[in-house]
């Protein structure tokens, strides 16, 4: 083996130990670090990215039509057979006949150069407008991606954050559970419960057991989808630093706002793309119109009978002049064409006015959910907080012997549906006021 090879496999393995490394290692983000993480590395913003680079090269592709061209040329044609011609005979004092002669010669050859300028063409003008516009469409875009981006990011952290204290919730009610199991196999075994009693512990146990085992399931998975939606690779390893505890949740927001639409993105895009239908409108009327173009052309002509002497004597030719074109008849096209650009400048005026209505319609159906939604959390907390104290009660009865274990079982599962119901109102609270915030025009990047 020589010491290339050697060099390929000790690159090879070094290779594979820095992938495997950065997948050993944890990275810890914060809402704000996911957010700004996935703005560099998610496929749809590095693609909305690409897009806005192909629109400020296609403005200056535009601007390219209106500068000068200049274009070279190189030609050399071998005639095997030269053309022949039939002249009167007159010419040679044979009256009456046919004489062929041949023109030309065998070998021709042209190098010569062209420029051209373009002086006034309507369109042209109302292009150059018409691709400034177009890239403000695309740099708008490339926002609505960014903003869609951070919604999905915040609601995959949310679900994620939601999976913890869900989890953190059922440690509890095991371990507290399983001491109230292992008291309660001490008392059978001194005689003082039936072995119902213990059944029903156990039953709880179990079912607390594989809730535990789904939960961590599917928060695996909910912290696979907010790698996803960061554009992480999902086999690298993911911390969250920031915990529903330091989440602060607003009591009160703005129930009047009537112009959140104009903050909205999509509002803004669609008013660059009615810039758009107006300029197309201009565009088409502008083919009404007459273009000029200045040109001009020098060309070098080399002819001879032999190839020998191709290059001994040249004869120029050298052209100025303007070309002007004035349409006039084309069938109707362009009537046409313009007819439905502004059919094409209504239709973006209707979408305005029907967004304009279903933003104001999606902000208070928001606040309306997001309001709901505040009310079912704080009575959830209640409940769940209610379920504790029920559960406290019921377990010092029972050990004074005044209660019975159905009244411990029950409350039990009074507790742990209490505690279900308050994870699930805060998640959906927590992904409502993601809404309010999308609909209002508050999140921006």
Known sequence: ???????????????LTVEAQQSDTTISFSLKEAIDYAQSHQVSVLNASIDEEIAKNTVKKTIGIGLPQVNGNVNFQDFLKVPTSLLPGEFFDKPGTQVPVRFGVQYQSSIGIE????????SYLVGLQASKTFKELSNKSLKRTRIETAVAVTKAYYSVLVSN???????????????????TQALFANGFVEKIDVDRLKVLNNNLETERENVIRLLELNVNLLKFQMGMNIHSKLKLKDSIASLQVEESINLNDTTSY???IEYSLLQTQKKVNELDVKRYKSLFLPS????????????SQNFSALFDRSFPTTVVGLRLSIPILSGGIKNYQVKNAKLELLKTE???????NGINLEVEQAQTVYRNGLKSLENQKRNM??????????????EQGVGSSIEVTSAETSLKESQNNYINALYDLLINKVNVDRALGKIVY
Do not use: P, T, W
């Not at 083996?1 to 290779?15: D, G, P, R």
């Not at 420029?115 to 309507?122: C, E």
């Not at 209707?350 to 304009?356: A, F, G, H, P, Y």
């Open 262 to 264: 104009q903050n909205r």
């Open 1 to 15: 083996m020589n010491y290339k090879h050697i060099s390929l496999i000790v690159c090879f393995f070094s290779v």
């Open 165 to 183: 204290e869900q989890l953190s919730l059922l440690d509890a009610n095991i371990s507290r559970l399983k001491k109230s199991l292992n008291d």
């Open 350 to 356: 209707n979408n305005l006015i029907n967004l304009k």
């Open 385 to 398: 907080e209610l379920a504790q104290e029920v559960l406290r009660v019921s377990k010092i009865k029972y």
């Open 115 to 122: 420029v051209s300028q373009l002086l006034f063409d309507g």
């Open 292 to 303: 000029l173009v200045a040109f001009g052309s020098s060309l070098q002509s080399l002819q």
